[in-house]
């Protein structure tokens, strides 16, 4: 059975970092396109970064470079989503997911976390 639990999420004031975790288990993280969507509180779920199998190329969503990085560690079957220069714009639901990548976005969903809360205070 395939899960993935994030962690990592909490309450932080403007300027600060957060660490995302993904702990994956059935399913290697090498193996799949890894990805992290987030939804704020009376909006769409929007994709945030994702990382590719094999290569480890990673995308992050234009509007979060240089703040946000994706990353994994092949070894602890886990995927990371470090956040930086958190604003309050960044509160949400953060989630990960696995499933196909196809250029910029994750075009299919085969598995989803449960997700972790974030929220930035001004």
């Known amino acids: 059975q395939v899960q993935l639990v994030e962690s990592g999420g909490g309450s932080v004031q403007t300027g600060g970092s957060l660490r995302l975790s993904c702990v994956v288990s059935?399913?290697?993280?090498?193996?799949?396109?890894i990805a992290w969507f987030r939804q704020a509180p009376g909006k769409e779920r929007e994709g945030v970064a994702h990382?590719?199998?094999?290569?480890?190329?990673?995308y992050v969503t234009d509007s979060l470079k240089g703040r946000f990085a994706i990353s994994r560690d092949n070894d602890k079957n886990t995927a990371y989503l470090q956040m930086n220069g958190l604003k309050p714009e960044d509160t949400g639901m953060y989630y990960c997911?696995?499933?196909?990548?196809?250029?910029?976005?994750?075009?299919?969903?085969?598995?989803w976390g449960q997700g972790t809360q974030v929220s930035v205070s001004s």
């Open positions: 997911a696995a499933g196909v990548c196809q250029g910029w976005k994750m075009s299919k969903v085969d598995y």
């Open positions: 059935g399913y290697r993280v090498s193996h799949t396109c």
């Open positions: 990382i590719y199998p094999a290569t480890g190329a990673t």
